[in-house]
Every structure is written in C-alpha cells, then in structure tokens.
C-alpha cells in the first residue's frame, strides 16, 4: 500500500479545470514532485518544489501544498492531458521514496 | 541534452536474478544520484533504491532489502540493478532515472528529472 494517498480516478470537461490531490505525512516535510505516465511510456516530472515546472511542460499545470496536502491543478485541461498522474516524495523517515498509487484522468 | 538509455526485455525463470543497465549521456554522470523504480502491469510506480553515482552509496526499499543490488560503473557513466529470487510479481517494468533536489525556505524537494525508456521483465515457470 502507498504511504501517498490520491484518488484513483477524476474525470475533466475539455478545457476546464481539474485537481489532484496527493496526502501523506512525508508531504509536512518535503514537496511533493508530479509525474504523467500515457500508456507504453515512462514517467514525465511536470512538477516539482513548491510549484515548478520543467521546460517545455505547459503552464497550464501547476502545483501546490499546504500541510499534508499536495495539489496538481490542470487548467484548461486538453485532450492530451489525458493519463495516469503520480506524486511522489521522499519519505519522512529517511532516505527511501514513495509513490501515490496514481490518478488516471480522462478528459471528456 | 540529458539521455539514459537501458538495456533490453528480459524473460526470467521463477529463482533466477536480472541484471539490468541503464546508461547515462548528456551530463556528469559521477555527481548524479541514479534511482530504479518498476511498474507492474496496471499498477503504480514502486521505488527500488538509488545509488550515489559518485563514492556508490546506496540506499535501498525496505521491500526489496537483501534482494536488490545498484551498482555503477563511472568509466561508462552505466547504473546497474540487480534483482535475485525472482518470483511472478516481479514481472513488471523496470525503470532508473536521474535524481535532483530543490530546496526553498527550508523544504525540499527531491525529483526524478529524467527516466530511461523501461526494460520490461518476465518472470514465469
């Protein structure tokens, strides 16, 4: 079982906006990091600290936290958005590292 | 720019060991921290272990303590992860990827910014 909890699956209207949220006790002491995974792919970080993205990710993906709490935000979410989404951290007890157990959004 | 390229599927026999490479190319392999992940079939990423690519400090998953070796060569900016009693829910695929680390107003983050394309592993009878 993951020590980062996420819901497993959230639908979105094509270009409306859609959180997930990641919680866990490690997120009180690290940021969490964001990955997209499509089918047959590796993961891709969209976000990572307290809300940065990677080049070449679009703005339209952003992040937050606030206590345990760590939040992916798509807004204006497009067809391509559509995939599996993980947060991770490093765990609070040392140097190891968990996953969520993913969220896939669908895009109508 | 940043590449890790891993080797190819393996098909495994239940007790066997894998040994996996992933490659390294586009930075200073020596000050990089390299981690595995795997991802069994429709299910979530699960972390392995990392190596410091630098001095080979490792810290591995309490899940897979005693079952998983991370090496590296440095003279061929190669990771290697090797995985021993194979059984079936080891099949999945197997990925490493390059680790960084931010840090803010003291709270950091640690993220994998680069991945190699997976080497997906069988294992059955």
């Known amino acids: 079982s993951s020590e980062l909890t996420q819901d497993p699956a959230v639908s979105v209207a094509l270009g409306q906006t859609v959180r997930i949220t990641c919680q866990g006790d490690?997120?009180?002491?690290?940021?969490a990091s964001w990955y997209q995974q499509k089918p047959g792919q590796a993961p891709l970080l969209i976000i990572y600290?307290?809300?940065n993205r990677p080049s070449g990710i679009p703005d339209r993906f952003s992040g937050s936290s606030s206590g345990n709490t760590a939040s992916l935000t798509i807004t204006g979410a497009q067809a391509e958005d559509e995939a599996d989404y993980y947060c991770n951290s490093r765990h609070s007890s040392g140097g190891h590292y968990v996953f969520g157990a993913g969220t896939t959004v669908t895009v109508l | 720019q940043v590449q890790l390229v891993q080797s190819g599927a393996e098909m495994k026999t239940l007790g066997a060991s894998v040994k996996i490479s992933c490659k390294a190319s586009?930075?200073?392999?020596?000050?990089?921290?390299m981690h595995w992940m795997r991802q069994a079939p429709g299910q979530s990423l699960e972390w392995l272990g990392w190596i410091n690519a630098g001095n080979g400090n490792t810290k591995y998953s309490p899940n897979f303590q005693g079952r998983v070796t991370i090496t590296r060569d440095t003279s061929a900016s190669t990771a290697y992860m090797e995985l021993r009693s194979l059984e079936s829910k080891d099949t999945a695929v197997y990925f490493c990827?390059?680790?960084?680390?931010?840090?803010?107003?003291?709270?950091?983050?640690?993220?994998?910014?680069?991945w190699g394309q997976g080497t997906l592993v069988t294992v059955s009878s």
């Open positions: 990827a390059r680790a960084s680390s931010q840090c803010k107003s003291g709270t950091c983050s640690y993220f994998f910014d680069s």
């Open positions: 600290g307290e809300n």
């Open positions: 586009g930075f200073t392999f020596p000050s990089s921290t």
């Open positions: 490690s997120l009180t002491i690290y940021y």
